[in-house]
């Protein structure tokens, strides 16, 4: 009885070292910037050429933009023509307004 109690008492002993041991940081780490920063940083860098971008580019890198609506901008221009302006988006099946103001900050036409 006596050696299940003291074995017992070691077993908790040393997972509690193991939590302790594990769950405290061994180093400090840096301080991640601040979500909204890493958010700018992207948004300015990313410009998307109606003209240019594949379905794939037009997907990842505008908002609200799902494979069939990045599809059908892309099939929109194989059949008329390269844009001439954003706001020919609108011409698109599937893009409204609210659509096309939430991402012109990023569209360009070249």
Request: charged residues 20%; aromatic residues 8%.
């Amino acid at each position: 009885m006596y050696n299940t109690y003291v074995s017992s008492l070691f077993f908790a002993f040393l997972t509690s070292i193991s939590v302790a041991a594990t769950a405290a940081p061994s180093a400090k780490p840096e301080a991640p910037s601040p979500i909204s920063v890493q958010m700018t940083q992207t948004e300015q860098s990313t410009k998307v050429n109606l003209n240019a971008a594949d379905s794939e580019t037009l997907r990842r890198d505008l908002f609200g933009i799902g494979a069939s609506k990045a599809k059908a901008i892309v099939a929109y221009r194989e059949s008329n023509g390269p844009f001439t302006a954003v706001d020919e988006l609108l011409e698109v099946k599937g893009i409204g307004k609210a659509l096309l103001e939430k991402n012109r900050d990023r569209l360009v036409i070249n």
